[in-house]
């Protein structure tokens, strides 16, 4: 089903994109990050110069200005992961929908200017910390405190699972900073890598995404000094954070969408030339009507994350729609490259292809930016009025 989002500009920028990965997402490329466990700075750097990342910066500091259009991260989020890029993705997503949004939002003028013109261009990788190994989706029943001395904060606790924790410079971090778990007991701070008592833990194995970097943190006597305080004032961290959360949300949204769309393409290249009994795969009837679900699938889900998209530009996307388009769109992902792996036979479960890839990646999404269970509490809190 043609979509109808997109204009000129787009799809000029979508060349642009593709040209990228294109050069900088050889296999090779892909192999060494899957073997680092992370994208390395110098394809960071290139998408900065590339204007890939940095799109969600405003203008005024370098970015391209489009932090309420999620247009042009949909283009970069939905080309990376059909040329079978999940890491790059990732990586970009966190810098652009997960980092940049808060210091654009919510940062001093000084804060903005310190670090924003940086994570345009790649220089400053930004990753966002919430996650404790205590608490994910209780978010307020973290154990990280920052208690206030002369002149900042000093900052004890941990967190894990944190995307992009190893290689960023600068952490959007979740702390507790009042006295009990009312929202206002919560603030953002900006931790940088390198201040004393920071460390990072061991790496991650993840099943998926290894080309992406998963982090433990630790904090012993971290000093924070007051300018690094998200907006300058304590106790708005919590507000913040359910802010911007539904951008997550449709970024995933946009992620499984493009993943089942590539599922669909993969596996109809493979049925069309693998044969069984004398015939290819594609021409079994099993395999016909599998894959007019899935076609009618990516319609579908398409229709449905456009329409997030557009009402996210007119700010208009609620915390309960853009949690209906995460769960709703991540068990469709799902359900996709199950019968995308299953249609590739053996093939399907070796890494070597992307469809095999893809599902492993695809399993996350279901876990994170608030579990699907969570995502079905939030929709289902409006829809019966009970909490
Ligand atoms: C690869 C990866 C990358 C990640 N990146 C980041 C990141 O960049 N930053 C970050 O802060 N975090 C990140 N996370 C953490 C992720 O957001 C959390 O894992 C997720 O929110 C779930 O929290 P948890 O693991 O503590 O599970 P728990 O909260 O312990 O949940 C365990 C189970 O209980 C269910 N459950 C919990 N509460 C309820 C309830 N009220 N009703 C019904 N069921 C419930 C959950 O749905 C889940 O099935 C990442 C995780 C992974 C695996």
């Not at 004890?156 to 290689?167: C, D």
């Not at 006295?179 to 993840?206: T, Y």
């Not at 919590?238 to 951008?247: D, I, K």
């Not at 949690?323 to 359900?335: D, H, L, M, P, Y």
Request: net charge negative; proline share 3%.
């Amino acid at each position: 089903m043609e979509r109808v989002i997109y204009d000129e500009d787009h799809e000029a920028f979508r060349d642009v994109v593709k040209e990228f990965i294109k050069r900088y997402g050889t296999n090779e490329k892909r192999e060494k990050w899957d073997a680092d466990g992370e994208v390395d700075r110098a394809t960071m750097l290139a998408a900065g110069e590339s204007g890939i990342i940095g799109l969600s910066v405003p203008e005024e500091f370098g970015g391209a200005g489009m932090l309420q259009d999620y247009r042009f991260r949909a283009i970069v989020n939905e080309e990376s992961i059909k040329a079978g890029l999940g890491s790059l993705a990732g990586a970009f997503g966190i810098q652009d929908d997960l980092a940049v949004p808060y210091l654009a939002h919510f940062g001093t003028q000084a804060q903005k200017e310190k670090w924003l013109p940086g994570m345009a261009t790649g220089e400053v990788i930004g990753a966002l910390a919430m996650t404790e190994p205590g608490t994910g989706s209780d978010l307020r029943s973290i154990k990280s405190v920052a208690k206030k001395v002369d002149g900042g904060w000093i900052l004890n606790g941990a967190k894990t699972f944190i995307s992009s924790g190893k290689t960023a410079d600068l952490l959007v971090t979740f702390v507790k900073t009042g006295e009990g778990n009312r929202p206002d007991a919560f603030s953002l701070v900006l931790l940088e890598n390198g201040m004393e008592g920071f460390e990072h833990g061991k790496k991650l194995h993840k099943m998926g995404f290894a080309g992406h970097d998963t982090a433990e943190l630790s904090f012993t006597d971290v000093f924070i000094p007051d300018e690094n305080l998200i907006g300058g004032v304590p106790g708005h961290g919590f507000v913040q954070l359910m802010r911007n959360l539904p951008l997550e949300r449709l970024s995933i949204g946009v992620a499984a969408a493009a993943a089942a769309e590539a599922g669909l393409l993969w596996t109809l290249d493979y049925t069309k030339s693998r044969e069984a009994f004398g015939q290819p795969v594609a021409d079994f009837q099993n395999t016909r009507f599998k894959l007019a679900d899935i076609a009618t699938t990516v319609d579908v889900l398409w229709t449905y994350v456009d329409r997030a998209i557009e009402l996210y530009g007119q700010q208009k996307l609620t915390p309960e729609e853009a949690a209906k388009v995460k769960f709703w769109c991540t068990e469709r992902e799902w359900e996709v490259l199950d019968t995308c792996v299953q249609l590739h036979g053996g093939y399907g479960y070796i890494l070597e292809y992307p469809v095999a890839r893809a599902f492993v990646d695809a399993r996350v999404h279901r876990i994170y930016g608030g579990t699907n269970e969570i995502m079905r509490e939030i929709v289902a809190r409006q829809v019966t009025g009970r909490k």
